[in-house]
Each structure stands twice: as C-alpha cells, then as structure tokens.
C-alpha cells in the first residue's frame, strides 16, 4: 500500500503563534506532495503543490508568508501556520504523489488545528 | 481550469435503496475523475477513479461510476445502500495525469435511513 500520515493529528494553540504539520509518506517516496484546507462543512481546497528540493507554488488567494512549507527529503513536507489566528482553524490534508509516476495522490488523515 | 459541480449537498437514502450521487465537470484537456468519501474527522478515501480506460468504473464497496463525454458527467451509483455509506462524498477532477492537482466539488453527504 501506499501509506500517508499526518502530525499532529489535532493542535490547539494560542492566537499569534506558529503551529508546525508534518506530512510524511510511510512506504513511498514522494517528490511532489499537496496541501488542502477544509473549513467545517465545506469543500477541500488545495492551498499548495510542494516538490521536493525547491519552492511550494501556491494557489491563488494563498499567503505565502502565512502558510509556509517546506518539502526537505522525498518523504516529508511541513506546512507552518505562522502567527495563527482564529480564522486560520480548519482541517489541514496533505496528499502524496509517488516520485516519477503520475499516480493518483494518496491523503493523509488530516490536522485539525484550532486557534483560540 | 478545470471545475466540478456536485448536485444536491445532502442526500437522504433509505438502506437498501439505490444510491445516486451527481457529478459534472468542466475541463478543457481531458479530465481524470475521481471519487472519495470521507468519514467525520478523517482524510480522504479513493472509492474509484477514471483515467480514460473503461467508461464505467467499478471501485471499492460497491460502488460503481459511469463517464459521459457528452454530459460531462461522473455520476455516482451503488444499487443498495447500507448503513456503513452515511458520510461526505466528494468528485474531483484532475487535468493532464491523474496525479496533477485535484479540483474539488462542494461535497454531498449521503444519510442512510434504516
């Protein structure tokens, strides 16, 4: 199989502060990996397309110096949420590609982060 | 740009009942379609995919989905729902290979009435 996870699963921080998420892919390597957010009762949008080695395109609407990513080895990518903010609490998915194929995305479990 | 637009956002389903659930894209290269379902608190899981082989897909559970170039449409079916299908069900699209970014509908949630 092809086994994403996700860390932590759940984080509730303090409003100003930053809240790292970590995307790993357990069995495969990975060289392109994908950020979704999901607010409650909505839709997955994705926020950004992460490779490996070099800078995250992000979608338009996305704050770039908010949600910062990092994809540092062919198995894992961190999204920081940088001074979260109430509005910043959501559902956080990431999804892997296996490195050089064009295979369907595997999705981790998710990250529920809750800024009060 | 590629766009998907699900049918009705909540749909309620007595068990043993035909499930159906309506999907329509728009892509301007030939799309890869997907359907995921989603339990409370979880991720995504892949019910079956289309990647322009058979137009009807079989996938996991039961479920089975058809493609129409003509109608644009992935629709969604299962002949009898149980009660293990109550949750979120999400089409989404992807242009160019079946990896590339994934464009979500807005999700319909299916309730199973015993």
């Known amino acids: 199989g092809a086994v994403v996870s996700q860390h932590p699963s759940w984080v509730i921080c303090k409003s100003g502060t930053s809240v790292k998420i970590e995307c790993r892919s357990l069995?495969?390597?990975?060289?392109?990996m994908f950020w979704y957010r999901q607010f409650p009762k909505q839709s997955l949008m994705l926020m950004a397309t992460s490779n490996e080695g070099s800078k995250a395109t992000y979608e338009q609407g996305v704050e770039k110096d908010k949600f910062l990513i990092n994809h540092a080895s062919l198995t894992l990518s961190t999204l920081t949420v940088t001074s979260a903010h109430p509005e910043d609490s959501s559902f956080y998915i990431c999804s892997a590609r296996r490195a050089r194929t064009q295979e369907t995305q595997y999705f981790g479990p998710g990250t529920r982060l809750l800024v009060l | 740009a590629q766009s998907v637009t699900q049918l009705g956002s909540h749909v309620s389903v007595s068990e043993g009942a035909l499930v159906l659930l309506r999907c329509n894209y728009s892509s301007s290269v030939p799309p890869y379609l997907f359907w995921y379902v989603q339990y409370p608190n979880q991720g995504l899981q892949l019910l079956l995919k289309?990647?322009?082989?058979?137009?009807l897909v079989k996938g996991i559970n039961g479920f089975e989905a058809e493609f129409k170039k003509s109608e644009t449409s992935f629709h969604l079916t299962k002949p009898s729902a149980h009660m293990s299908d109550a949750a979120e069900y999400f089409c989404?699209?992807?242009?160019?290979?079946?990896?590339?970014?994934?464009?979500f509908g807005g999700g319909t949630r299916v309730l199973v009435k015993p």
């Open positions: 289309y990647t322009s082989a058979a137009t």
């Open positions: 069995d495969f390597q990975a060289t392109t």
């Open positions: 989404a699209v992807s242009a160019g290979a079946a990896g590339n970014k994934l464009t």
